[in-house]
């Protein structure tokens, strides 16, 4: 069984195409953070060695050697804490894509944010994707197609995943997880209908604080003058060339709040997403122009699109930081 949720779509035509043995050398899987890209990678790579019935089945040693990340031939491939993916971890994929599989009858290698390749990692992939090794499959995940070079865009195919509809997820997770109706309610909401973050957010509360923290910086922010915003820009610009998802998550939740100011300023706070901010975002929403917060959710969105495609990040967020109207209604500038 297929343990991904949702994205009926993409699992039918992999379903399909494993079935008729047509599936496509190289899949890539888009869509926002924690939407199932890993999972149903790792659904697929399990597929494809299983020695059930009904593949996936779940329960063969494939199977189980696999979910635990444990399987020889299944491999991902990620940034690991670095800036970039290098051509040395190419290299090495390369390699071991020359050799036979070890346990199973598929070598998968997942690489996990796909846009953060290096150049020279893209080329070296590349040559991988011209002649495919029999017995290999490759599968890469990356959150949209604009870090991507057209060559490699051309030589894989791409799924789409998209958030689940938020009408829907509440009902899932009370079956599936056994969650009570109304924290279903607002974990889906704040999950942006991204199962994997709403299941995380169940066992890990350092998930739902970090959130808080950065809803808390956010608008402290809004209070500063200039030398604390650029600091702050300077500080999540260091951060950026650490750890990029971090900043990126710090940003899409940035969106989401004035998103939320916007839809409340607008008489239509019945579609927000930061359900539990519902009397905090009304009182927020008091303190701007519908213009100022309109302007700012476009530099943000102009401002992440810029940090994607290796715009430098300094300048970009501080850019940003100009832009962001004060609290008192006035802008900075
Ligand atoms: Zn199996």
Redesign the pocket.
């Known amino acids: 069984m297929w343990q991904v949720v949702g994205h009926e779509k993409a699992v039918g035509l992999l379903d399909r195409c494993l079935k008729n043995e047509k599936l496509a050398h190289a899949y890539l899987f888009i869509g926002p953070p924690h939407v199932g890209k890993m999972r149903l990678a790792i659904d697929l790579a399990?597929a494809l060695n299983?020695?059930?019935e009904d593949?996936?089945?779940?329960?063969?040693v494939?199977?189980v050697r696999i979910e635990e990340l444990k399987h020889a031939d299944v491999q991902v491939i990620g940034l690991d804490g670095r800036a970039e993916i290098g051509i040395d971890q190419m290299r090495e994929m390369q390699h071991s894509a020359s050799l036979k599989p070890f346990e199973g009858k598929y070598r998968v290698f997942i690489v996990d944010g796909a846009e953060h390749l290096s150049h020279e990692a893209t080329n070296c992939l590349l040559k991988t994707l011209e002649e495919p090794p029999s017995n290999v499959q490759l599968i890469l995940l990356a959150l949209n197609e604009r870090g991507l070079l057209p060559t490699l865009l051309s030589r894989c195919q791409k799924l789409e995943l998209r958030p689940l509809p938020i009408a829907t997820f509440p009902k899932i997770l009370t079956e599936r997880w056994g969650i009570p109706e109304e924290k279903a309610r607002a974990l889906a909401n704040l999950s942006r209908g991204c199962v994997g973050w709403a299941v995380s957010a169940l066992t890990d509360d350092k998930l739902l604080q970090e959130r808080s923290e950065r809803l808390a910086s956010l608008l402290r922010l809004t209070e500063e003058e200039l030398a604390e915003r650029f600091s702050h820009a300077a500080q999540l610009a260091s951060q950026f060339s650490r750890d990029r998802q971090s900043v990126y998550e710090v940003l899409s939740l940035w969106i989401e709040w004035w998103h939320d100011l916007l839809l409340t300023k607008g008489g239509c706070a019945n579609f927000i997403s930061n359900v539990d901010q519902e009397a905090k975002l009304h009182e927020e929403s008091q303190r701007y122009s519908l213009k100022e917060i309109k302007v700012f959710v476009e530099s943000l969105q102009q401002s992440m699109a810029q940090l994607e495609q290796n715009a430098n990040p300094r300048l970009v967020l501080e850019v940003l930081m100009l832009s962001m109207p004060r609290r008192k209604g006035e802008r900075i500038l």
């Open positions: 399990k299983c020695q059930g593949r996936p089945c779940g329960h063969c494939q199977c």
